[in-house]
């Protein structure tokens, strides 16, 4: 079973910046990292859960409009953890954010590609 925990969430004034980390644990094989892709989706209250970043099993990243330039993907493959470092926030970033992971995804930023989530960071960001 694949467990994922987030961390480095928190409260920041509008143009600050944070650095949100997901570690991935769980499997049998250390080998197994480098096969899953990997995201980040966030949830604001009231609105549905959204791609935000993902990084597929070749390194490539995929960002949505909202946050390209602003948000950028790490790979530690010797800690088992994706980064996520996030600058110039504003207020529309506020929300719970969720690491997802799954070995056979076609779509990175699709919440219905990933089977393995972990249990979010709050992100809030004041003007």
């Known amino acids: 079973e694949v467990q994922l925990v987030e961390s480095g969430g928190g409260s920041v004034q509008a143009g600050g910046s944070l650095n949100l980390s997901c570690e991935i644990s769980g499997y049998i094989d250390s080998r197994y990292w480098s096969t899953y892709s990997m995201a980040w989706f966030r949830q604001a209250p009231g609105k549905e859960r959204e791609g935000v970043a993902g990084?597929?099993?070749?390194?490539?990243?995929k960002y949505s409009d909202s946050v390209k330039g602003r948000f950028t993907l790490f790979k530690d493959n010797a800690k088992n953890t994706l980064l996520m470092q996030m600058i110039s926030l504003k207020p529309d970033d506020t929300a719970m954010y969720y690491c997802a992971a799954d070995p056979q995804t076609t779509e990175l930023l699709s919440l219905y590609e990933y089977n393995n989530w972990g249990q979010g960071t709050q992100v809030t960001v004041s003007s």
């Open positions: 990084i597929d099993t070749d390194g490539r990243t």
